[in-house]
């Protein structure tokens, strides 16, 4: 089965620039978020969709992040303008359903990097 | 409120010693509990799960995790370490009924395995 898909796998690009994210989760597949891990902060949840409508966005740093899923199988990060703290690991994962006690099923990540 | 608390950042230990990782948690209502773990260039893998039933869980590559509520611990274990175990794992809490957005992941530990 495959697994959550996330693409590109690494981006460079120069701040200032407009960087999208993509995300493919599990079908079937009702739950979706978007992580950012970096070394200083960790794993910290950005963003979560329940049914492809956005439910808690108060981890999303500033208005320059936008998330969308326009449809259950696929979803976007957007950073604009980028900069430089934005450099981190980018995290999608999805569950088969918004229980608390299902499992979080993640993607290999985007390595981002903002010159 | 929930928080995690992984004990000590980095652990190494030798070939076919004991692997302890240790968890505490604090809840305000009964948790679903889980261990992850991170290769490199990965996403996080689901290791095991505590939802309620046994206090003591069996996970994949022979790791183990027992639930204590009087200790609110939740420590990893692995009787005999592999080379192939050096990775970080991440132990997570989601208080029941509250819905998988309000997962909380611990900082980490990287387990380091020396020949």
């Known amino acids: 089965d495959a697994g959550v898909i996330q693409s590109p796998r690494h981006e460079v690009t120069e701040m200032g620039q407009e960087v999208t994210l993509r995300c493919k989760p599990i079908?079937?597949?009702?739950?979706l978020f978007w992580y950012r891990q970096t070394m200083m902060r960790g794993l910290e949840l950005l963003i979560y969709?329940?049914?492809?409508?956005?439910?808690?966005d108060s981890g999303m740093p500033e208005d320059r992040f936008s998330a969308k899923m326009p449809n259950a199988s696929f979803s976007t990060l957007k950073i604009q303008p980028s900069e430089p703290r934005d450099s981190a690991v980018y995290f999608c994962?999805?569950?088969?359903?918004?229980?608390?006690?299902?499992?979080?099923?993640f993607g290999d990540g985007t390595r981002l990097s903002i010159l | 409120a929930q928080s995690v608390t992984q004990l000590g950042s980095h652990v190494s230990v030798s070939e076919g010693a004991l692997v302890l990782l240790r968890c505490n948690y604090s809840?305000?209502?009964?948790?679903?509990l889980f261990w992850y773990v991170q290769y490199p260039n990965q996403g996080l893998q689901l290791l095991l799960k505590?939802?309620?039933?046994?206090?003591l869980v069996k996970g994949i590559n022979g790791f183990e995790a027992e639930f204590k509520k009087s200790e609110t611990s939740f420590h990893l274990t692995k009787p005999s370490a592999h080379m192939s175990d050096a990775a970080e794992y991440f132990c997570?809490?989601?208080?029941?009924?509250?819905?998988?957005?309000?997962?909380?992941f611990g900082a980490g530990t990287r387990l380091f395995v020396k020949a």
């Open positions: 809840s305000s209502v009964p948790p679903y």
């Open positions: 994962a999805s569950t088969r359903d918004s229980q608390s006690n299902q499992p979080q099923h």
């Open positions: 079908s079937g597949h009702n739950s």
């Open positions: 997570a809490v989601t208080p029941s009924g509250t819905g998988g957005f309000k997962t909380i």
């Open positions: 969709f329940n049914n492809n409508v956005p439910i808690d």
């Open positions: 505590y939802t309620s039933a046994a206090t």
